[in-house]
């Protein structure tokens, strides 16, 4: 088991920039892929990016690509996602995801932890 909270949403302007972190609990932390994901009011749960264990391989949906960046620091059990140029279809409650396993996974049903997701609003 691993437990999971995001942080670092908030209310920013178009064209600006946030941060998100996700920290996950336990010393194994480091055999779990991990994913981005984002729910809109009114809209499916959507990945948006994904890690594998090692950082050495990373996923983007192509809304994102250019502008969204993930990363992961085992060393502090925290993944990020960067995400600069921020448009107002950004908008979204945003999730982590984690599952223990040596791939990069993205799909929602792969994944067996969650955290409770953090506000992100880019007003327009």
């Known amino acids: 088991q691993v437990q999971l909270v995001e942080s670092g949403g908030g209310l920013v302007q178009a064209g600006g920039s946030l941060r998100l972190s996700c920290v996950g609990s336990?010393?194994?932390?480091?055999?779990?892929?991990v994913g981005w994901f984002r729910q809109a009011p009114g809209k499916e749960r959507e990945i948006v990016a994904a890690i594998n264990w090692s950082g050495g391989s990373t996923y983007y949906t192509d809304s994102v690509k250019g502008r969204f960046t993930i990363s992961r620091d085992n060393a502090k059990n925290t993944v990020y996602l960067q995400m600069n140029s921020l448009k107002p279809e950004d908008t979204a409650v945003y999730y982590c995801?984690?599952?223990?396993?040596?791939?990069?996974?993205?799909?929602?049903?792969?994944?067996?932890?969650w955290g409770q997701g953090t506000q992100v609003t880019v007003s327009s």
């Open positions: 336990g010393r194994t932390f480091s055999r779990y892929a």
């Open positions: 995801a984690a599952r223990e396993g040596l791939h990069t996974y993205y799909y929602s049903t792969r994944y067996d932890y």
